[in-house]
C-alpha cells in the first residue's frame, strides 16, 4: 500500500472492469458509473472525455487501470497507450486482497469497478508498458507451443490406456501431427529471436548459464520481458519461486512457493534437471541441501529459484555468465 493514503500518486482515475463484451466504469474524484460495449471507439471516447475534464477541472495526475483478463483488456491498454496515458494493469489477486482488505465481500461488476478505482487511488502502482512487437510475437508463439505440448502430452497418456487397435492408430497419428506442429512453432520462435538484436543478445546470455538451453531461455524471455531490470527477489516471485513463511508465534511452519507465472516455472523445472547434473556451481549447490536431509522437490525449486536469479544478473550486467 502506499505509505501515505490520504495524498495518494494519482488524482484522477479511470477504472474498467473488463468482460467479454461489456465494460463498467468508474472515475474518481467524480465517483461516476457507466457500462459500455467493449469497443475500441467507445474506450477511446471514455479516455477522451475525461482528458478534456482532467484538463478542465486540474485534478491532478490521471490513471487508468484494468485488470489482467486473458486479452479482453486488450482495448483498455491499446487505447490509454495511444493516447499516451498513465497506465496500471492489475493482478487479481492483488484487487481481491484490496477488496478484503476494505471490507468488500459482495460481488459484482459494479461493486468491482467501484473497488478497483479506489484500489489505484490508494495504492503506489507501477505503470504499465506495453511490449515490444517483437515480444508480443514471442509470448504468441511460446504459449501455442506450450499449448500443443499440453495437448501432446494428454495423448500419449491416452495411447497408454487405449486398448482398441483403431483408437491407437488415431492416437499415434494425432501425436505425430501434434509433434510436427510443435517442431515448427519452435523453428518460428528461433527465428523470432535471430531477427532481433536485442531478443538474441539476451538469449545468448541466457544460453551462456551451463544447463540452459535455447527452449528455456524463449520461456524466460516470452514469459518474464521485465528480465534484467529488476531485483533478485522480484524476479523470484515473478516466476513463482519465492518462498513465503507460515509462521505463528514461536511455531514455524514450512515455507512454500506461490502464485507466479507457471508457464515458466516449467520451463525452469525442466533446466534445473539438467543444470542439477551440469553446472558445477549448482550441483555443489544441490547436494549440500541434500546432504542436509532436504527433500528432492526442495531441492529442485531452490535450484530453480537459484537458476532465476543468476539468469537476472547476467541479463542485467550483459556479460555471459562464469559457470
Not at 65 to 86: K, M
Amino acid at each position: 500500500m502506499s505509505m501515505n493514503p490520504t495524498a495518494p500518486l494519482f488524482n484522477h482515475i479511470v477504472a474498467f472492469e473488463v468482460s467479454k463484451a461489456e465494460l463498467v466504469v468508474h472515475t474518481l474524484p467524480a465517483d461516476r458509473q457507466e457500462r459500455i460495449p467493449n469497443t475500441a471507439a467507445r474506450v477511446r471516447r471514455i479516455l477522451l472525455r475525461e482528458q478534456r475534464a482532467n484538463t478542465r477541472l486540474g485534478s491532478g495526475p490521471m490513471l487508468v487501470l484494468c485488470e489482467a483478463t486473458g486479452g479482453y483488456e486488450h482495448h483498455v491498454l491499446e487505447q490509454a497507450h495511444e493516447l499516451n496515458l498513465n497506465l496500471h494493469r492489475a493482478h487479481g489477486s492483488s484487487t481481491r486482497l484490496f477488496a478484503r482488505l476494505v471490507g468488500h465481500k459482495a460481488k459484482t461488476d459494479q461493486i468491482d469497478a467501484a473497488m478497483l478505482a479506489h484500489y489505484g487511488r490508494t495504492q503506489s502502482l507501477a505503470l504499465y508498458h506495453p511490449p515490444s512487437p517483437h515480444q508480443q510475437a514471442l509470448r504468441a508463439l511460446r504459449r501455442r507451443h506450450d499449448d500443443m505440448t499440453t495437448m501432446l502430452r494428454m495423448e500419449l497418456n491416452r495411447t497408454e490406456q487405449a486398448r482398441s487397435a483403431a483408437i491407437k492408430t488415431s492416437l499415434h497419428r494425432h501425436c505425430r501431427w501434434l509433434q510436427t506442429e510443435r517442431d515448427a512453432l519452435q523453428a518460428q520462435i528461433d527465428t523470432l529471436i535471430a531477427q532481433s538484436a536485442e531478443l538474441e543478445g539476451k538469449a545468448s546470455l541466457i544460453q551462456s548459464i551451463k544447463g540452459v538451453g535455447p527452449k528455456t531461455a524463449a520461456a524466460v524471455l516470452a514469459y518474464l520481458p521485465e528480465i534484467g531490470t529488476i531485483t533478485k527477489a522480484q524476479a523470484a516471485g515473478l516466476a513463482g519461486l519465492a518462498p513465503y513463511a507460515n509462521d505463528s508465534g514461536s511455531a514455524q511452519g514450512k515455507r512454500h512457493i506461490a502464485g507466479g507465472r507457471s508457464p515458466l516455472r516449467a520451463s525452469l523445472y525442466m533446466a534445473a534437471l539438467v543444470a542439477r547434473y551440469r553446472n558445477p556451481k549448482l550441483r555443489a549447490f544441490g547436494l549440500n541441501l541434500k546432504a542436509r536431509g532436504k527433500p528432492n522437490k526442495l531441492v529442485l525449486t531452490a535450484i530453480m529459484r537459484k537458476l532465476i536469479v543468476i539468469i537476472n544478473a547476467v541479463i542485467a550486467s550483459g556479460q555471459p555468465a562464469r559457470t
